[in-house]
């Protein structure tokens, strides 16, 4: 989520608190008093991945709204009306960093009053957990099919805290809620370790519909093919995405191979051993269809230049950059291990393949190769993306804030009542 910062002159919204309306659920009203509301992460850092960008923005909206907002991290950029905690993480490991950080994020709570704490990390307790990244038996999985090795790798004692916190927040009462972004996590959640469904919250992530936009065609299309060497009626697909083995670069390779009927143009855009990749597709007589643009700080311009989205990716639990795309009105072809291929409609807004499978990946490719079917896929893509504001996804979020603070101030007034 990239947002613009919040001024003086957006209006100041209000604490939300629930009222029953029987078997329909909530229905909620407004009350003048503003929440506070503590965020925890680690690195409150743009230059940082996805998990703090989102973190970021959050805390952006959320004083668009009025409310008081506090971070809890350890490292941090300085930003207008968010009041600081420092968590400390002792950094000899991982183990220490993420167990020390966890525990002193946990004093930092029950020395505070707030009315709403929402974690991005791992840590002892808070009122709601975003798992925006899997489970760690999950992430184990995997990085290693070998059942040998997977076990081996459960005793790593970075992934045994992981797991501890995972319980703690899990299956002991580390949360009240859970909060995902795709219905592929809620089941990996529910499947390892038991937790409710109806604990489990799904909102899928937001995208900023003004920049990416398939307005920027006009823009950037020309410039960049130029830039990057590719002719201006080349079929251009688009990967984005940070370790390239992990995000199915190696399957996309295959199904550019020169055995195919279709001749497309890749163009990848991320961190990754380009060299390895770079080789490995000379070899697979591909070399001349893969242009490597390195790590790139602004992607609207590549998205611009596009004509298809792809990403084989082995696992996300949802990948924004697939919410960019189709809102830049680009077709996305992605796997079924990747949470947002939930929104997606095979052959209405791109396609979906298993994971691993080049063929099937062709055969997508096939499919898009004709104009006007990319264009009806495009503009369907875009319209879908509205569903998927900042605006939407905020008011779902404070939604569920009112709930968990109705549950909140209902146990409160049990133990009152019995102490």
Not at 374 to 382: D, I, L, P
Request: aromatic share 8%; hydrophobic share 40%; charged share 25%.
């Amino acid at each position: 989520m990239d947002l613009t910062a919040a001024g003086p002159d957006h209006p100041v919204s209000t604490r939300y608190i629930p009222r029953k309306t029987g078997c329909c659920g909530f229905r909620i009203r407004r009350s003048p008093v503003p929440m506070k509301i503590a965020l925890v992460c680690q690195k409150f850092r743009t230059d940082y991945g996805g998990l703090e960008r989102y973190t970021i923005s959050l805390a952006r909206e959320l004083l668009k709204r009025g409310h008081e907002v506090h971070v809890l991290a350890n490292r941090w950029e300085p930003h207008d009306h968010v009041i600081f905690h420092r968590a400390r993480a002792i950094r000899l490991d991982s183990p220490v960093k993420n167990l020390s950080f966890a525990l002193s994020a946990r004093r930092i709570i029950q020395r505070e009053s707030f009315d709403m704490v929402q974690s991005m990390e791992r840590v002892w307790r808070q009122d709601i957990f975003r798992a925006s990244d899997g489970i760690n038996p999950v992430q184990v999985a995997r990085r290693h099919a070998s059942p040998l090795k997977r076990r081996l790798a459960l005793l790593n004692p970075r992934n045994a805290v992981l797991r501890l916190l995972e319980y703690r927040i899990f299956r002991f009462g580390g949360a009240r809620r859970i909060l995902t972004n795709s219905f592929l996590v809620r089941r990996q959640i529910t499947d390892h370790y038991g937790v409710r469904p109806e604990k489990i919250s799904v909102l899928y992530n937001a995208v900023d519909t003004a920049r990416f936009h398939p307005k920027q065609a006009a823009k950037w299309r020309e410039t960049v093919r130029r830039q990057y060497g590719i002719g201006p009626a080349d079929l251009l697909l688009l990967f984005v995405g940070n370790n390239y083995h992990r995000k199915g670069l190696a399957t996309l390779l295959q199904a550019l191979a020169p055995d195919r009927k279709q001749r497309n143009i890749a163009l990848i855009a991320g961190k990754g051993d380009a060299g390895h990749f770079s080789r490995l597709s000379r070899s697979m007589g591909a070399g001349d269809r893969v242009v490597f643009a390195g790590q790139v700080t602004d992607t609207v311009p590549l998205y611009a230049a596009a004509d298809l989205f792809v990403l084989p990716t082995e696992y996300d639990a949802f990948a924004n950059v697939c919410l960019e795309a189709m809102a830049c009105g680009l077709p996305v072809i992605t796997t079924d291990n990747n949470g947002a291929s939930e929104i997606i409609h095979p052959g209405v807004h791109g396609h979906v393949f298993p994971v691993g499978d080049a063929d099937h990946l062709a055969h997508a490719l096939d499919l898009c190769q004709e104009e006007n079917a990319r264009k009806k896929m495009g503009e369907a893509a875009r319209a879908l993306t509205k569903n998927f504001t900042m605006e939407r996804y905020m008011e779902r979020l404070l939604d569920l804030y009112a709930e968990v603070s109705q549950e909140k101030s209902e146990m409160t007034a049990l133990r009152e009542r019995h102490p």
